[in-house]
């Protein structure tokens, strides 16, 4: 077995990131993703830089690998003969298009299920089925609250620096599909599975949507800070900031210790959390004095042995580089014909009996063209009628 998915065929006509995260991820796991582009640019990200890693945008090795690439015009009457050979064969049909588009090309759900019955028939839009506003990232960043949490207090909205809105949704995705995978196991039944941008990016506001439906609290910007633990955030250390996590009133008692100010540990303005949360606008510029006379490494060192949460502030070269993500292995590589070695970042969960794995690197457009038509059934004619109009010739 390659994985807990071997097996499993993936009709994966997404692109950019949430479907395309969520297919990559099945493919950790083990499917058979067979990745339609269309023929000419492919996925659009393929052209989303700098940077490039020969004549491919990294963006696109960021969410392809583990998939074989089928160039296909769904707008063709041809090319769509070979697309529903392919959903016929399929476990899983993905597709991430504007509600109302895969319709038109003559692959929607009914469609579909006239050809595989028990198909698992994917969809992740913007704003829901109904709904035919394109999703990007960015407004749904807004849209579902969480720009309005995240920057400076006082300051402007700040979005995530990934589109997290997108691979949110795409995990999201990924765990409805395997849900449904195991229903048809068990029943013989296929099943639609509808995920939205939206709805994953209202899900990971967590506690702070509970703060606002059951507490009428309406959070907003605190920079680094928790609105509900104090001192948990950034602090400028002599040289570098760094990150603190004082969760509970026994590290509230070992941090104050840790930087020679036992008495805080005690004092009525401070000695419980709820008190650290009122009095934070006093406290939090008190332990910034402090913390900033030593550099980093030396607070870094003293909180390791004194067994409070803190850690480094990384820009990303130094993630790469520090040492519990080496000592998790997170970085994987595979080697491309063309492009040469990848790295990416491992599926980051492990499997005792059916771990992940990576089996394929990113492909290239169209570089499994052959070997799949003729897996779809496909006669030698039909294989270069497809090359020519895949081609151009």
């Known amino acids: 077995m390659t994985g807990p998915l071997d097996g499993i065929v993936v009709a994966d006509f997404s692109r950019v990131l949430s479907g395309p995260w969520c297919a990559m991820t099945l493919g950790d796991l083990g499917a058979d993703v067979i990745k339609v582009e269309r023929p000419g640019d492919g996925d659009e990200t393929r052209g989303w830089g700098p940077p490039f890693v020969g004549d491919v945008a990294a963006y696109f090795l960021s969410a392809n690998r583990n998939k074989r690439s089928l160039r296909l015009d769904l707008g063709a009457p041809e090319d769509r003969a070979i697309a529903e050979r392919l959903v016929a064969r399929a476990d899983v049909v993905l597709e991430n298009f504007r509600p109302g588009t895969i319709e038109k090309l003559g692959l929607g759900e009914d469609r579909c299920r006239e050809l595989n019955p028990s198909v698992v028939y994917a969809s992740i839009t913007g704003f829901g089925r109904d709904s035919r506003r394109p999703g990007y990232d960015a407004i749904v960043q807004g849209e579902g609250g969480l720009m309005s949490i995240t920057g400076p207090a006082g300051g402007e909205p700040i979005k995530v620096g990934v589109a997290i809105a997108d691979v949110s949704a795409g ?17 013989g039944e296929g099943q639609r599975v509808d995920g939205t941008l939206i709805g994953a990016q209202v899900a990971l506001l967590a ?28 602090f400028d ?3 570098r900031p760094m990150m603190l996590a004082v969760a509970n009133e026994a590290i509230w008692t070992r941090f104050c210790a840790a930087i020679e100010r036992p008495a805080l540990a005690s004092d009525p303005r401070f000695a419980r959390n709820v008190d650290r949360v009122a009095n934070r606008d006093v406290l939090v510029p008190l332990l910034a004095e402090v913390l900033a006379t030593q550099p980093r490494a030396t607070w ?48 980051p969960v492990e499997l005792s009996q059916t771990p992940a794995s990576i089996r394929r690197a990113p492909p290239a457009l169209g570089e499994h063209d052959e070997e799949l038509l003729a897996w779809l059934g496909c006669s030698s004619d039909e294989i270069a009628a497809h090359r020519a109009r895949s081609d151009g010739t």
């Open 171 to 187: 995990l999201y995705a990924t765990i409805g599909i395997l849900a449904a995978l195991v229903h048809r196991a068990r029943t």
């Open 207 to 234: 506690n702070q949507a509970s703060n606002t439906l059951n507490a009428g609290f309406v959070p907003g910007r605190l920079g680094t800070a928790h609105p509900s633990i104090v001192p948990y955030q950034a």
């Open 237 to 239: 250390a002599a040289d």
């Open 300 to 347: 870094l060192a003293r909180f390791e042995a004194a067994d409070v949460p803190a850690g480094a502030i990384n820009a990303l070269d130094e993630v790469f580089a520090d040492d519990a993500v080496r000592a998790l292995e997170l970085v994987t590589r595979t080697t491309h014909p063309t492009m040469g070695e990848v790295a990416s970042v491992r599926f």
